[in-house]
Every structure is written in C-alpha cells, then in structure tokens.
C-alpha cells in the first residue's frame, strides 16, 4: 500500500505541475511573462539591416550561371515566421491561418506601414493573451528577427527585393567597412593635403594616424584632418570644383581638380560615392602630371578613360573595360572588398545588386557607351549589358 500509495503521488504531482504550466501557456500568465517587453521602438530599428523575404536572392544581371558574388543569403522574413510561428503544430499545420508561403505572410500586412500590419503586432505586443508567438517563458522572436520584419514591411513587402532593400546595406558596407583607419576617408584626404601644404592650417588642426600591418609587421603613419570646419568646407569644395569641371571642361576649365590623393579617396556618404561613381578618383588623382596653361594640375580631362571603378574593385568575379577605349582588365581589381575590406560574398553581392538598381548611378558606368558594355564575368566571359 505504502508503495502504491507513493506511485500515485508522483503521478498527481506530475498532473498538477502539467496542468500548471499549461494554464501559464495558455493563458500567456505568470510572473516571469507578464515581465516581459515585447515591444520595439521603431528608433531602435537598423533601417540598414538587409531584409529580404527569403533567405536566398540572385542579384540582378547576375551571370547565366550564378557565380559566389550573385547569391544574397541572409534570413529572410519567411524563415523568421516559420521557426516561430508556422511549426507543425501551429501555423505551419493544423492551426489557421496557414503561414508557409508568401501569399499568408503578405495577408497579414499593410506594405510600408509596420505599425498598422497585423503580423508586426502579433510579434511586438504586450497584450500576452493576442502574443505570437505564444509566450511560454522559452520562445521569444530576437530583437535581429523583429527589425528584418519591420524592415520588410517597411520597404513594401515585395516578394523580391528592390533598390530600397538593397541600396541602405550596401552603403552601410561601403561607408563602415572602407572608411576606417586610413582607408577611404575625408580625414585622410585633407589631413594629406594639409600636411602638403595644398591648404592652410595649424598643427592643432591634424593628428598623425599609426597602423601596422599585422601581416607584416609594417608601420605606416597618416595625417588626419580632426579640425572638422577645416575637413568638411575643403572636402566639399573640391567635390563641387570636380562636379563643376567635369559637366564642361571646356567652359569650366578653371575648375579643373589638381589635389592628388596620398592615400584612397574618400567614400564617407553616399554623396561621396556617388563621386566616386560618377568621376572615377583614379582620373581625378592622376599619378601623371598635366599641364594647363603652364598650371600644373594632377586630372584627366576624360572622366570616361578610366580603367577602374568602384564596382571593380569591390567584385572579384568581373573585369572592367576602360569605357572609352572598350578594352578589358585581365585581372580582377577587388582589392577594397578582398585585401582591405574582407567582405562576404553576400556582402559583395548586395553592394552588387545595389549599383545596377541604382537610377542615380549611370548607364555608361553599368552599361558602357551606347550598351557596349563595361563589365564581363571572369569565369564565363560574359559581358553585362542593359536588359
């Protein structure tokens, strides 16, 4: 008896434990749930956070057979609703509404307003009895799931991914990934032009920059601009002076650049790559002097004879032809993203995707002159041309 008597005693303990944590579940109450803070605030969110709806993208004019720079893989907003919401033995089975594809997901939401979209408020309420999904002290969408959902809503909920997906992380890796150290920032360039004594300035004015090369060993030493007032009216001058330039090289003569760089140039903002795009800074920092009425300066009048650009020296996987000429690299120029920058492939691949959606980059710099085409595939040969 006393033996049986104990069995059954374990066995009512383990029922009422059972039906405890139940009633918690399913009632989403309880000490430690009603403690917690599901919401976001939409300041918090990382606008530059890629956020596509599935977790594999081919780029546009990715090659016939796509190489490691044409894939984006990154979780997407389906993988983050199915891990969390469309198990088998909930939405993803028996429980309505069924959310395994994107025709379910896109029911639940108003493109472009997070804040009026049913999905966004199920995953951000503290309503624990509305909550998805179900609060049961061990299940919890991560702050890095709700801003890729957020982000999608935001950007239109497309199926497919546009430039307003693409363009935020892309600039985000070009300005975080190659500005720092002495790398492709203001403060290097006018620190240089300072310490060149191309412009006036106080040793107040600038710092001295020291990085060793860890491969090496190697010490270099760069001068930095930190008087900011100095830094920002002599790096916006001179990109108006280039921009003025080269709209008419004729009429606009006087404005033609004659700073060289002594480092990379400067790719701090989306102005300053769209610089970069557009007047390439190997024809605006010729290592060739050029004389102008007896004024030497350190341009090419030509923006167009070039012979590198930013997307060449970010994907390994393509060749850049000079557009004026037609002729094509025989070696890849991917040194900001390999040698420098070490970017992912789907980093590579999102800055990719970014420069062909991008109606502010031209198509002389996409396509070439009349669709000639500037860039080919290393490994395929094939030349990009506008679709």
Same mark, same amino acid.
């Given at each position: 008896m006393k033996t049986r008597f104990f069995f059954n005693n374990k066995l009512l303990l383990s029922a009422i434990v059972l039906i405890s944590v139940t009633l918690v579940q399913c009632k989403k109450d309880g000490t430690n749930a009603s403690a917690l803070d599901r919401s976001v605030a939409s300041a918090s969110i990382d606008s530059t956070l890629f956020s596509p709806f599935y977790d594999s993208t081919k780029v546009p004019y990715a090659d016939v057979t796509p190489d490691a720079n044409d894939y984006i893989v990154r979780e997407?907003?389906?993988?983050?609703?199915?891990?969390?919401?469309?198990?088998?033995?909930?939405?993803?089975?028996?429980?309505?509404?069924?959310?395994?594809?994107?025709?379910?997901v896109k029911s639940l939401v108003t493109a472009g307003t997070p804040e009026n979209s049913k999905l966004w408020e199920l995953l951000t309420t503290n309503d624990l009895n509305k909550a998805m999904p179900p609060v049961n002290l061990? /299940? !919890?969408?991560? $702050?890095? +799931?709700?801003?890729?959902?957020?982000?999608?809503?935001?950007?239109?909920? /497309? !199926?497919?991914? $546009?430039? +307003?997906?693409f363009r935020p992380a892309a600039i985000r890796s070009i300005t975080g990934g190659c500005t720092s150290g002495n790398c492709h920032n203001e403060a290097t360039a006018v620190g240089y032009w300072a310490r060149s004594n191309y412009i006036t300035y106080t040793s107040a004015d600038t710092a001295t920059l020291k990085l060793t090369n860890f491969t090496t060993g190697a010490v270099s030493y760069y001068p930095q601009m930190i008087n900011t007032t100095i830094k920002n009216t002599v790096w916006n001058a001179y990109k108006d002076s280039?921009?003025?330039?080269?709209?008419?090289?004729?009429?606009?003569?006087?404005?033609?650049?004659?700073?060289?760089f002594g480092s990379r140039g400067p790719l701090n903002t989306y102005d300053d790559i769209m610089l970069d795009i557009n007047?390439?800074?190997?024809?605006?920092?010729?290592?060739?002097?050029?004389?102008?009425?007896?004024?030497k300066v350190n341009c090419k009048g030509d923006y167009l004879n070039a012979t590198s650009s930013l997307l060449s020296r970010v994907d390994s996987t393509i060749l850049l032809a000079n557009p004026r000429t037609g002729v094509f690299a025989t070696t890849n120029q991917a040194d900001m993203t390999w040698s420098d920058g070490g970017f992912a492939t789907s980093d590579i691949a999102i800055i990719k995707a970014w420069y062909f959606s991008d109606t502010n980059v031209p198509d002389v710099w996409k396509f070439g002159i009349n669709n000639a085409g500037i860039f080919k595939f290393r490994k395929s040969g094939n030349i990009i041309t506008k679709k």
């Amino acid at each position: 008896m006393k033996t049986r008597f104990f069995f059954n005693n374990k066995l009512l303990l383990s029922a009422i434990v059972l039906i405890s944590v139940t009633l918690v579940q399913c009632k989403k109450d309880g000490t430690n749930a009603s403690a917690l803070d599901r919401s976001v605030a939409s300041a918090s969110i990382d606008s530059t956070l890629f956020s596509p709806f599935y977790d594999s993208t081919k780029v546009p004019y990715a090659d016939v057979t796509p190489d490691a720079n044409d894939y984006i893989v990154r979780e997407g907003v389906l993988s983050v609703v199915k891990s969390n919401c469309a198990t088998s033995n909930c939405h993803g089975g028996a429980v309505n509404p069924t959310l395994t594809t994107y025709a379910a997901v896109k029911s639940l939401v108003t493109a472009g307003t997070p804040e009026n979209s049913k999905l966004w408020e199920l995953l951000t309420t503290n309503d624990l009895n509305k909550a998805m999904p179900p609060v049961n002290l061990t /299940k !919890e969408v991560t $702050a890095t +799931e709700k801003n890729i959902v957020y982000n999608w809503i935001k950007n239109g909920a /497309k !199926e497919y991914p $546009a430039l +307003e997906d693409f363009r935020p992380a892309a600039i985000r890796s070009i300005t975080g990934g190659c500005t720092s150290g002495n790398c492709h920032n203001e403060a290097t360039a006018v620190g240089y032009w300072a310490r060149s004594n191309y412009i006036t300035y106080t040793s107040a004015d600038t710092a001295t920059l020291k990085l060793t090369n860890f491969t090496t060993g190697a010490v270099s030493y760069y001068p930095q601009m930190i008087n900011t007032t100095i830094k920002n009216t002599v790096w916006n001058a001179y990109k108006d002076s280039a921009r003025k330039f080269y709209a008419d090289t004729l009429a606009n003569a006087s404005f033609r650049v004659w700073k060289v760089f002594g480092s990379r140039g400067p790719l701090n903002t989306y102005d300053d790559i769209m610089l970069d795009i557009n007047y390439p800074k190997s024809v605006r920092s010729s290592s060739n002097a050029y004389s102008v009425n007896g004024v030497k300066v350190n341009c090419k009048g030509d923006y167009l004879n070039a012979t590198s650009s930013l997307l060449s020296r970010v994907d390994s996987t393509i060749l850049l032809a000079n557009p004026r000429t037609g002729v094509f690299a025989t070696t890849n120029q991917a040194d900001m993203t390999w040698s420098d920058g070490g970017f992912a492939t789907s980093d590579i691949a999102i800055i990719k995707a970014w420069y062909f959606s991008d109606t502010n980059v031209p198509d002389v710099w996409k396509f070439g002159i009349n669709n000639a085409g500037i860039f080919k595939f290393r490994k395929s040969g094939n030349i990009i041309t506008k679709k």
